[in-house]
């Protein structure tokens, strides 16, 4: 069972259930322009995640007379790590490099030092789910949208899984004598997927996830394997610092053209397009950094 959700910022406000199967699509696959093999729909329908935007007519026809609705457009940004990690960091403004050196230092001096430390092996993912388990679920992404590193046999299973065969990266950050930060990143091919990132509330103001990013790329520069680092669905400010290039991609619904279904899309609709609209005033008058923060209390 999935579930199609109304959300307010970092509120999930209303959550709808539907029986969807997921049709995604991976990093390489956008880039080299293929399209995976569509899955066969749920009882109601399938939910498409990340499909490159000019080939979503084509995504369509695979299930013809069904629905299309609450479509999100957005830059799939990802990094070229073809090069080195000195390659990578010049491409940064010489303001930026400072910004990210100085909040290395901040972090460093109000902590007393802190670590980073590296999970690869079964056993290494076993010690990064016990940091990062209790320190997700402190996060707000897992208390407001339910979009923590998930805590179920079978997603433990799909990590361990992945470990055995060295295709899991995972990094914790250590201050005060505990994690205040975790990174997960399972490997696909040549890429390395942008899974799930957190960090302690209370350390927000030192910036712990933008430490441990430049942390974690440069040790994944250093072993020359990926060819690509996927920040996958969705924008956010974060993911355009960090990557080099982008493609276009969206994530939409097609639902069994049932009465309820169509009623469910169209609410949907109508309540993104408030939302959009509320925004751009928001942005007009100044108020949306507050109102974000608000949100996120």
């Given at each position: 069972m999935s579930a199609i959700d109304f959300t307010l910022g970092s509120r999930r406000l209303v959550s709808v259930p539907r029986a969807l199967s997921k049709w995604s699509f991976g990093l390489e696959d956008v880039l080299a322009g293929t399209l995976p093999d569509a899955p066969p729909s749920g009882r109601d329908g399938v939910r498409v995640l990340s499909a490159p935007t000019g080939r979503l007519a084509e995504v369509a026809a695979r299930y013809p007379g069904f629905v299309v609705g609450a479509r999100q457009d957005y830059r799939r940004h990802h990094i070229d790590m073809g090069g080195s990690f000195a390659d990578y960091m010049a491409r940064f403004s010489g303001k930026t490099r400072s910004t990210?050196?100085?909040?290395a230092k901040k972090l460093s001096e109000d902590a007393g030092s802190y670590t980073v430390?590296?999970?690869r092996s079964p056993a290494e993912i076993e010690a990064f789910l016990a940091a990062a388990l209790p320190l997700s679920a402190r996060t707000y992404q897992a208390r407001l949208l339910d979009a923590g590193l998930p805590d179920?046999?079978?997603?433990?299973?799909?990590?361990?899984?992945?470990?055995?065969a060295d295709r899991m990266r995972a990094f914790l950050l250590h201050a005060r004598g505990e994690a205040i930060a975790y990174l997960s990143l399972p490997v696909t091919g040549a890429t390395l997927v942008y899974a799930h990132l957190g960090y302690d509330p209370a350390?927000?103001?030192?910036?712990?996830?933008?430490?441990?990013?430049?942390?974690?790329?440069?040790?994944?520069?250093?072993?020359?394997?990926?060819?690509w680092f996927d920040f996958t669905e969705g924008e956010g400010a974060h993911k355009a610092m960090f990557g080099t290039h982008w493609a276009a991609c969206s994530t939409v619904l097609l639902l069994e053209p049932t009465l309820a279904n169509r009623t469910?899309?169209?609410?949907?609709?109508?309540?993104?397009?408030?939302?959009?609209?509320?925004?751009?005033?928001?942005?007009?008058?100044?108020?949306?950094?507050?109102?974000?923060?608000?949100?996120?209390?």
């Open positions: 990210l050196r100085r909040k430390t590296e999970h179920t046999p079978a997603a433990r299973r799909a990590m361990l899984e992945a470990a055995e350390w927000a103001r030192l910036s712990p996830g933008t430490v441990l990013q430049m942390d974690a790329l440069e040790r994944l520069f250093g072993e020359a394997r990926y060819r469910l899309l169209g609410a949907r609709g109508a309540f993104d397009a408030g939302i959009a609209g509320a925004k751009s005033l928001a942005e007009r008058s100044g108020a949306l950094g507050r109102i974000r923060t608000l949100l996120r209390g």
